[in-house]
């Protein structure tokens, strides 16, 4: 299948884009073409970026969104969280999944770092919408009765199961935390990324109570803990990453760890608003950008999450020079790609054709003196028009086919885990 789209800007240019199967083959002005194009798309009037990466989420957690918010974390999680995922059903999870993938679709993410309860449900939703995703499921002994060999013995039968996943979804190991996992299981799942060549997705360095638990139960902070027991490597990323120091970084760099910023989600759960951006760059730390789940965040938009990354760093640095919108949204899209290892984040010939294409006929890209000015400040993932992954159009003109049906679907769903179960 080609496709080519006509006429659209990027970089100040108007340029035309041949995509051909899942390669952006070709970009220039006045692209001629032997063949008829299977689909001619009018770029006029719209920009094209490449589709946002979100770093960290949990996505079926749509289900839970507005239920139960502006509390303190403890009680949120006992009494709104934590009873109702012990009642998930593949059922809900695959309609909260699915809810996730549409919502990242209308706002221009294409690929996702996922970690959730039932992975198989939450792959049939990715499978069935089409996005490009990382999927883990989430690993957690230390606070039940779960024995070594179980909690080994799931993690084997979902790696066996990945084999029925989309072609554009790559497994991936989810230890919850430090203070969810033991260490015999984090060793473990070194030990298990390393054979496979898995990426490791952890929460880490999320909150200050974290870190005091931490010097509590092990006598060091979180990072010095992984650091500790041998675990931080090139295959983990990190979601979070709010509480550490200069040492704990050069750890991270020494490692050549990933670190994933949620602001919207450290914000609203006042876990921390001091991410270390430039510190972490200086040492050569690639740094990602996410949204965590809609039980914290309470949205997907990637484009406002990397407006609130750079906000945040503006401001608790007092410095209206760092953290720019170029930068974050550097983060959201190239980094992001890095991270997850995939051949994504940039609008480039032989890149996979991973394109969001932005109506530049709206109030925030008018004027359009500075479009990435524009973008990150003044737009946001309601502005997304067309979104193209692995070379096939998800949404044209602001419409996902099966949309209403989705969302009827899936509201059902959460009335059902929240009234019903
Ligand atoms: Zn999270």
């Not at 999870?93 to 221009?108: D, H, N, P, Q, T």
């Not at 989430?138 to 084997?156: I, P, Y």
């Not at 990933?258 to 050569?284: I, W």
Request: net charge negative; hydrophobic share 40%.
């Amino acid at each position: 299948m080609n496709i080519l789209i006509k006429n659209v800007f990027f970089k100040e240019k108007i340029t035309d884009i041949l995509i051909e199967g899942n390669i952006i083959k070709k970009m220039g002005e006045n692209i001629a073409l032997d063949v008829f194009p299977d689909k001619v798309i009018d770029g006029t009037n719209k920009a094209v970026i490449a589709g946002l990466v979100n770093c960290h989420t949990h996505s079926a957690m749509t289900v839970f969104r507005g239920w139960g918010d502006d509390m303190e974390l403890e009680s949120w999680l006992s009494d709104k969280i934590w009873p109702y995922e012990a009642k998930l059903t593949d059922e809900i999870v695959y309609w909260g999944a699915k809810l996730a993938c549409l919502e990242m679709i209308k706002s221009g993410t294409t690929c996702f770092n996922d970690m959730y309860w039932r992975i198989d449900a939450v792959a049939e939703a990715v499978a069935d919408m089409g996005l490009r995703a990382t999927l883990s499921s989430v690993t957690l002994d230390a606070s039940n009765s779960q024995s070594v060999k179980t909690v080994v013995d799931n993690v084997e039968k979902s790696f066996c199961n990945r084999k029925n996943y989309s072609a554009l979804t790559t497994f991936a190991l989810g230890p919850h935390a430090i203070y969810t996992v033991s260490k015999k299981i984090l060793q473990w799942i070194d030990d298990f990324s390393k054979a496979n060549d898995l990426l490791i997705h952890i929460h880490a360095a999320e909150t200050q109570t974290e870190c005091n638990n931490s010097i509590k139960s092990f006598g060091m902070t979180p990072i010095r803990y992984l650091n500790s027991i041998g675990i931080l490597s090139p295959r983990v990323i990190i979601a979070h990453g709010i509480w550490v120091d200069d040492e704990e970084i050069d750890m991270l760099a020494a490692n050549d760890v990933k670190v994933v910023h949620n602001p919207n989600s450290n914000l609203k759960l006042a876990s921390g608003y001091r991410f270390k951006y430039h510190e972490m760059k200086d040492k050569g730390i690639t740094v990602g950008i996410g949204t965590d789940g809609c039980s914290s965040s309470n949205n997907l938009d990637m484009i406002e999450a990397v407006k609130i990354a750079s906000l945040i760093g503006k401001a608790w640095r007092n410095d209206p020079t760092a953290t720019t919108a170029k930068e974050m949204f550097k983060c959201a899209t190239v980094n992001g790609g890095k991270i997850l290892r995939q051949n994504i984040g940039k609008v480039q010939e032989g890149c996979l054709a991973d394109l969001v294409l932005v109506d530049l006929n709206s109030p925030a890209f008018t004027p359009n003196f500075n479009f990435i000015s524009n973008l990150v400040y003044a737009a946001n993932g309601n502005d997304v028009d067309t979104v193209i992954c692995n070379g096939k159009v998800l949404m044209e003109n602001k419409h996902v086919p099966g949309e209403d049906e989705i969302m009827k679907m899936a509201s059902k769903a959460a009335h059902k885990l929240f009234f019903e179960l």
